[in-house]
């Protein structure tokens, strides 16, 4: 691995963090003001960081407490000034309705160096379903 592989999952490892801590503007430090992102939720595609924003402050706003966002099997690729991460998330909580619940989520990220700073300027977040239901698949008990 080398020091900009280092510095990249780093810079990964911060952005969950902050979202972990549900601060806002370190998570949005993160991201390009050109930012594209994918979520799963309406409307699917929020670009530009006041839209990107507002969908994290959603997301922050439905848990009652911390959220607990565990990082499982990063990859990592980096050419140059661009780097390109895919990447499962365990995003857990309790939610502001009472219920304790655990989600997998996918995601890519696309990012782009500047003047020696990463800021990711794609996000892709997807859903594992169940093929039988097709509805969200949830793992068992954490």
């Known amino acids: ?9 780093e810079f990964l490892e911060s952005r969950v963090e902050a979202a ?3 601060d806002i503007d370190r998570l949005m430090s993160h991201y390009s003001p050109g930012i594209v992102y994918y979520d799963v939720v309406p409307p699917l595609r929020f670009a530009g960081t006041d839209e990107v924003r ?3 402050v959603r997301w922050f706003d439905g848990y009652d407490g911390p959220i607990s966002l565990q ?3 990063l990859d990592v690729a980096v050419s140059g000034d661009v780097a390109f991460a895919h ?9 502001t309705n009472g219920l304790e619940t655990s989600i997998w989520v996918r995601s890519t990220v696309g990012c782009r160096r500047s003047n020696g700073a990463w ?8 859903l594992p379903i169940d093929m039988e ?3 969200a698949w949830f793992p068992p008990e954490v």
């Open 71 to 73: 990082t499982h099997d």
């Open 133 to 135: 239901t097709l509805r």
């Open 20 to 22: 972990k801590a549900k």
């Open 54 to 56: 507002g969908n994290f």
């Open 119 to 126: 800021l990711i300027t794609h996000e892709h977040i997807s």
């Open 1 to 9: 691995m080398t020091s900009i592989d280092t510095g990249i999952r």
């Open 87 to 95: 990447m499962l998330h365990l995003d857990s909580g309790k939610r």
